[in-house]
Structures are given as structure tokens and as C-alpha cells.
């Protein structure tokens, strides 16, 4: 389901480097200030991104909500943004933050506890 036309305030300069999905979306990979830890992935569109880089508050669209979020609006579990850059293809964000809490929904630091792969292969 697409994100609903949004009136935003990003800058326009910023918007046009930006390659979203057919949904109107950019991936957000988050990362924590200090340590380099990998957190989690979130999406954002103009206006979450908009959000995001004038209140230093990370701000996503939830995709099974359909609706805004302020990581930490509910949980307490908080992201101070640090930076914000965008990759060489304009398709992904890195969103470097000083995390207060689980970053994850489980609740653990990262999202990315599962690994696929055995170390050493």
C-alpha cells in the first residue's frame, strides 16, 4: 500500500536525489553513535525524513500501520539522531543514533540477532 500524498517541507534539493520504492519509501539502515552497532532498518518517506532532520527525532512510516512514528513515542525507547546520510545511489539512508533502550520490538539492542550464516564458512 503506497504512503498517502503528504504535503512535506523537505528540501527540495534533498528530495530529488532521493530513489524511492514504487511506495514513495527510501530505506532508513540505523546505526548507534559509539559503538557501530547495525540496529535495525526502517523506511521513510519524504516527510518522515523531513521530520527526522528538523527535530533529531528518528521519524518512520510504519508500513502495517499505515501511519507515522517517532522511534521510542510508545516504548520509551528513544533515537536521538547524530547524522543522517544518504548512499552514492540515493536509495538508502544511514541514520546514526544515540539509542536510549532496545532498539528492537522484541526488545533486544539490534534487530539483527539471527544469523544465517556459521562463522568461519
Known sequence: MPVPDV???LDPA???RLKRTPDG???AIVQEHGTGDVLMLGWMDDEALHRT???????YWS???QEYWVKGAT???HQRVRSVSLDCDGDALLVTVVQTGAA???GTHTC??????AEGQ
Open 7 to 9: 504535503e512535506t517541507a
Open 14 to 16: 534533498i528530495a530529488a
Open 25 to 27: 519509501l527510501v530505506a
Open 53 to 59: 532532520l528538523t527535530t533529531g527525532r528518528a521519524t
Open 63 to 65: 508500513r502495517s500501520r
Open 75 to 77: 516504548s520509551g525507547h
Open 104 to 106: 528492537c520490538h522484541n
Open 112 to 117: 539483527f540477532t539471527d544469523d544465517l550464516l
